[in-house]
């Protein structure tokens, strides 16, 4: 979080022209240039101190504290909520900050880092985490949620996975090893044994979805499945996407078109697990961000966040909190970051939030 590097360049450009355009007035210089230089560099200063009073959560569209009321904080529920660099699970937070696994009660309480290794991505099953470890090329490892019990899981740079019982499923990173290989679609024990090569063609590390005894892996817009016993690979589709959410037997992906400007046109599509019955089931126009989440489509279309149900119905405005990006929705809440970097959970209809530090 913070400031990106070339904020920094940026920063510096504006105050010493903003400097130098002074200097050259007072010395009695009335050019144009001096003028500009002066403009130019107040304009930079001003944008740059709205990024850092941003950075700062300052005078945000909701509320930010530092710990939130039972109230504030509602049924924290017992679903264990994964999405790569935020987990939701018993009624802690767990995040990523600087690299480093943090975690907080819902109430926004009690912060304890979890482990000191650089972490890229994980994700929680039952009572372990698991993630990638930076400082080993990405590789896997695990812990438990206290931070104990650190272990690694295998060798291979991994580039997307998920965790279903006592399996991981896995793509490996596309390294230059990988690409001769010809990569593919692997599983290995939780406890690092058992690695078997399920599929034996070049995955483009298409999101990974497990439904019951099946696993589901999109490769370059195709979608395959294979039972989780390594029987029955087949082809579903060859014009869908990445599945974005499951539902029942339901697999949910979008068609998204540029409209310009950073705004997509996007079609919610909709396919039976077993390849049948794919149909569109809503079109919106104008959105700049989206997420799944309990049967509803969140994304915003202008200022604050809205829903509808995957069928196009309910369509209803949440909220007019300024969003740069949407990192997630978890029930009644949502993780946004800034421009500048900082993240913060809000709660659905902007009364209050956090800010993830």
């Not at 990638?132 to 690694?152: I, V, Y």
């Not at 599983?187 to 005894?213: A, F, N, P, R």
Request: charged content about 25%; hydrophobic content about 40%.
């Amino acid at each position: 979080t913070g400031f990106p590097l070339p904020t920094f360049i940026i920063a510096g450009i504006g105050v010493a022209g903003f400097v130098a355009g002074l200097a050259a007035i007072i010395k009695r210089d009335r050019s144009a240039g001096a003028f500009l230089a002066v403009l130019v560099g107040l304009g930079i200063i001003f944008v740059l101190a709205a990024v850092g009073i941003s950075s700062l959560g300052l005078f945000k569209d909701f509320p930010v504290k530092d710990s939130l009321t039972a109230t504030e904080v509602g049924d924290v529920g017992n679903a264990v909520v994964n999405f790569g660099s935020i987990s939701e699970k018993d009624g802690w937070i767990y995040y990523l900050y600087k690299e480093n696994l943090y975690k907080r009660k819902a109430d926004w309480t009690e912060k304890t880092k979890v482990s000191e290794n650089p972490v890229a991505i994980f994700c929680i099953s039952g009572d372990w985490i698991y993630y990638q470890d930076k400082r080993d090329g990405g590789n896997l490892f695990k812990m438990k949620t206290d931070g104990t019990g650190q272990m690694k899981i295998g060798d291979d740079q991994i580039g997307n996975f998920v965790v279903s019982d006592e399996w991981i499923f896995y793509n490996p990173m596309k390294t230059a090893e990988v690409k001769q290989t010809g990569g593919g679609l692997f599983k290995i024990k939780t406890d690092g044994t058992g690695k078997v090569k399920l599929l034996d063609v070049d995955w483009d590390s298409g999101v990974l979805k497990v439904l019951g005894d099946w696993v589901y892996c999109d490769n370059h817009g195709a979608l395959f499945r294979m039972k989780a016993d390594e029987t029955e690979p087949s082809l579903i589709t060859e014009d869908t996407r990445n599945i974005e959410y499951v539902s029942g037997e339901w697999l949910y992906y979008c068609i998204r078109t540029d409209e310009g400007k950073g705004l997509e046109n996007i079609k919610i599509c909709r396919i039976r697990a077993d390849g049948t019955e794919k149909s569109v089931t809503a079109e919106l126009s104008g959105v700049y961000v989206s997420w799944f989440d309990h049967d509803w489509f969140y994304y915003t279309s202008g200022k604050g966040l809205s829903r509808m149900k995957l069928d196009g119905t309910g369509n209803e405005k949440l909220n007019d909190v300024s969003i740069w990006a949407l990192d997630g929705v978890s029930e009644n809440w949502m993780y946004i970051s800034d421009y500048a970097g900082p993240r913060f959970r809000v709660k659905l209809d902007g009364s209050v939030g956090t800010r993830i530090n």
